[in-house]
């Protein structure tokens, strides 16, 4: 009963927003949360306080991804008014007209890199507003987008999902460091192998299989073109095979769609576009330029600002009496503490999450470049915080349900529904582990929440089945990551950016096949892995 009670609330969201007139994400997720909620207070006894503290707690956390919605969102229109992104839509078409071109360049290369510095759900935020200004259908770019930003997800934001999603079993000296190196080099190895399919998949989505095949070769070209230094970073280092994969990928990619390598010949007469100058060109890209620029200089642990934004020193506190303590730090994190004394807490980093930087400190930087109007500063802020409302409404939903689901630690819900999968397998539990780090995505939109959620699970299941445990940890990082496909939060937030309402369940229902597919690929893939380790 208490694994079909933890089951039955996702099995039902997925039903209000797949089924014919589906439930909108703001109204959905609303109501499933208000169902986890009863469900934990009566059926697995939780304390009303401690439920009341994880929503306080939810409230307060949301303020992490809307403020990145928002900051994608105002960057996004910053490049719609001020001109830039027209003239990066000329200087695409000027380099390849082709759509599969265009398609492998933003989503797949350039989304590759942006994952390696930041995270967070801003390839998706950043890439997909580009393509759709060249002409692709919103609602398909969204899909095109979240299957896309899969394969480096395991190492994005500098590596956080491998290093961080899995440093309760460093601290706990049950892995170690060269186990983790380990388990970075499994996991670039299979979603290498998984990168000859799922592009093509994504590409799908909005190209018809004759084109596909007749530019096959620019597709590998820029597939391998990222992969190769991906696998090759990650045999020494867990931190940069994205952003490095990216970047050497995006550089080839460009400039093999630039010759015409691999890309159909084509007799039909292609539109002129009007030739891009070089000051115009790089007037319109000082925006991204800066966006990227920042992300990995905050980025790299090497250089002192990421430990300057991340500076927990107390500068200022607050007891708020029953409510909780509040803290403010040198790196401006500002934390609740001890809410209703349930020891419950919950924290947002203000200058380290991708949202006022670099989103909105790019967009002031902006301003004068481009000499925008104070009407048309004030209309693209005002217009950004409108589209965030909805968003909002769905981030709360989705943190009280992940959080109220996560009450109880080894007897949590979360917790229920991975020991129940690990035991109807057994010592069979390989092919199955990637999916369990795929159902830990879907609740927090986080493959770094998904490793330290179930990472426990995976290495005790691993432990006690004789499974190698850099293996399954390496399938529980691959499954987290491709369960960013299915993942509400980035569902919710890439249709925030490009202003799609009421899309989410058909999003879904698009993107479960890549990522059930995603699965078998990862299962394959460890077992022939397996011959090398």
């Given at each position: 009963?208490?694994?079909?009670?933890?089951?039955?609330?996702?099995?039902?969201?997925?039903?209000?927003?797949?089924?014919?007139?589906?439930?909108?994400?703001?109204?959905?997720?609303?109501?499933?949360?208000?169902?986890?909620?009863?469900?934990?207070?009566?059926?697995?006894?939780?304390?009303?306080?401690?439920?009341?503290?994880?929503?306080?707690?939810?409230?307060?956390?949301?303020?992490?991804?809307?403020?990145?919605?928002?900051?994608?969102?105002?960057?996004?229109?910053?490049?719609?008014?001020?001109?830039?992104?027209?003239?990066?839509?000329?200087?695409?078409?000027?380099?390849?007209?082709?759509?599969?071109?265009?398609?492998?360049?933003?989503?797949?290369?350039?989304?590759?890199?942006?994952?390696?510095?930041?995270?967070?759900?801003?390839?998706?935020?950043?890439?997909?507003?580009?393509?759709?200004?060249?002409?692709?259908?919103?609602?398909?770019?969204?899909?095109?987008?979240?299957?896309?930003?899969?394969?480096?997800?395991?190492?994005?934001?500098?590596?956080?999902?491998?290093?961080?999603?899995?440093?309760?079993?460093?601290?706990?000296?049950?892995?170690?460091?060269?186990?983790?190196?380990?388990?970075?080099?499994?996991?670039?190895?299979?979603?290498?192998?998984?990168?000859?399919?799922?592009?093509?998949?994504?590409?799908?989505?909005?190209?018809?299989?004759?084109?596909?095949?007749?530019?096959?070769?620019?597709?590998?070209?820029?597939?391998?073109?990222?992969?190769?230094?991906?696998?090759?970073?990650?045999?020494?280092?867990?931190?940069?095979?994205?952003?490095?994969?990216?970047?050497?990928?995006?550089?080839?990619?460009?400039?093999?769609?630039?010759?015409?390598?691999?890309?159909?010949?084509?007799?039909?007469?292609?539109?002129?576009?009007?030739?891009?100058?070089?000051?115009?060109?790089?007037?319109?890209?000082?925006?991204?330029?800066?966006?990227?620029?920042?992300?990995?200089?905050?980025?790299?642990?090497?250089?002192?600002?990421?430990?300057?934004?991340?500076?927990?020193?107390?500068?200022?506190?607050?007891?708020?009496?029953?409510?909780?303590?509040?803290?403010?730090?040198?790196?401006?994190?500002?934390?609740?503490?001890?809410?209703?004394?349930?020891?419950?807490?919950?924290?947002?980093?203000?200058?380290?999450?991708?949202?006022?930087?670099?989103?909105?400190?790019?967009?002031l930087l902006s301003i004068p470049v481009f000499a925008l109007s104070k009407k048309s500063v004030g209309g693209i802020f005002s217009s950004?915080?409108?589209?965030?409302?909805?968003?909002?409404?769905?981030?709360?939903?989705?943190?009280?349900?992940?959080?109220?689901?996560?009450?109880?630690?080894?007897?949590?819900?979360?917790?229920?529904?991975?020991?129940?999968?690990?035991?109807?397998?057994?010592?069979?539990?390989?092919?199955?582990?990637?999916?369990?780090?795929?159902?830990?995505?879907?609740?927090?939109?986080?493959?770094?929440?998904?490793?330290?959620?179930?990472?426990a699970v995976q290495y005790s299941v691993a432990q006690a089945t004789g499974l190698s445990i850099p293996l399954i940890l390496a399938l529980?990082?691959?499954?987290?990551?491709?369960?960013?496909?299915?993942?509400?939060?980035?569902?919710?937030?890439?249709?925030?950016?490009?202003?799609?309402?009421?899309?989410?369940?058909?999003?879904?229902?698009?993107?479960?096949?890549?990522?059930?597919?995603?699965?078998?690929?990862?299962?394959?893939?460890?077992?022939?892995?397996?011959?090398?380790?």
């Amino acid at each position: 009963m208490a694994l079909f009670l933890s089951i039955l609330p996702i099995v039902l969201l997925i039903y209000l927003m797949v089924k014919r007139n589906a439930y909108p994400s703001y109204v959905a997720l609303p109501l499933i949360a208000g169902l986890v909620y009863i469900i934990q207070l009566t059926y697995f006894d939780g304390s009303f306080i401690v439920l009341n503290a994880n929503i306080v707690s939810a409230m307060f956390s949301v303020m992490t991804p809307i403020t990145v919605i928002f900051g994608a969102v105002l960057f996004n229109r910053m490049m719609e008014i001020s001109g830039a992104m027209d003239v990066l839509r000329r200087w695409l078409g000027n380099i390849n007209p082709n759509p599969v071109a265009q398609l492998m360049i933003i989503g797949w290369a350039f989304a590759f890199m942006i994952e390696g510095a930041s995270g967070f759900g801003t390839p998706a935020a950043i890439a997909a507003p580009i393509l759709v200004g060249l002409g692709f259908k919103p609602l398909q770019v969204a899909v095109l987008a979240l299957v896309m930003n899969s394969v480096p997800v395991s190492f994005g934001a500098v590596g956080t999902p491998t290093w961080f999603g899995f440093s309760s079993l460093i601290d706990k000296k049950l892995i170690s460091d060269g186990e983790l190196s380990q388990i970075g080099q499994i996991s670039a190895l299979i979603h290498f192998l998984a990168a000859f399919i799922i592009p093509l998949l994504a590409l799908r989505v909005i190209v018809p299989w004759q084109k596909i095949k007749k530019n096959l070769g620019f597709i590998y070209i820029s597939i391998l073109a990222c992969t190769i230094p991906y696998v090759a970073v990650a045999w020494f280092n867990y931190e940069f095979p994205a952003l490095v994969g990216g970047a050497i990928g995006l550089a080839i990619s460009v400039w093999v769609a630039n010759k015409g390598i691999g890309l159909e010949k084509t007799t039909e007469e292609q539109p002129e576009h009007e030739k891009v100058k070089a000051g115009e060109l790089t007037k319109a890209l000082f925006p991204t330029a800066s966006l990227i620029v920042i992300l990995v200089l905050t980025r790299i642990q090497q250089l002192p600002f990421k430990a300057m934004l991340n500076d927990p020193t107390e500068v200022f506190h607050l007891h708020l009496g029953y409510l909780g303590d509040y803290h403010i730090s040198k790196g401006l994190i500002f934390s609740l503490t001890n809410i209703f004394q349930t020891g419950e807490q919950a924290s947002y980093k203000l200058l380290y999450v991708p949202a006022l930087i670099p989103f909105v400190v790019t967009v002031l930087l902006s301003i004068p470049v481009f000499a925008l109007s104070k009407k048309s500063v004030g209309g693209i802020f005002s217009s950004s915080f409108k589209q965030v409302q909805k968003p909002f409404l769905a981030l709360v939903g989705a943190l009280i349900m992940v959080n109220v689901m996560l009450i109880g630690g080894e007897s949590s819900m979360v917790q229920t529904i991975g020991r129940g999968l690990a035991s109807a397998t057994g010592s069979f539990w390989t092919p199955f582990a990637s999916y369990l780090g795929a159902v830990g995505a879907f609740f927090s939109g986080s493959n770094t929440v998904s490793n330290l959620t179930f990472g426990a699970v995976q290495y005790s299941v691993a432990q006690a089945t004789g499974l190698s445990i850099p293996l399954i940890l390496a399938l529980q990082s691959i499954g987290g990551a491709m369960g960013n496909m299915v993942c509400i939060n980035n569902i919710v937030a890439v249709c925030s950016v490009l202003g799609i309402d009421k899309a989410e369940g058909t999003i879904i229902k698009k993107t479960a096949f890549p990522m059930f597919l995603y699965g078998i690929i990862a299962a394959v893939g460890a077992y022939l892995v397996m011959l090398l380790f």
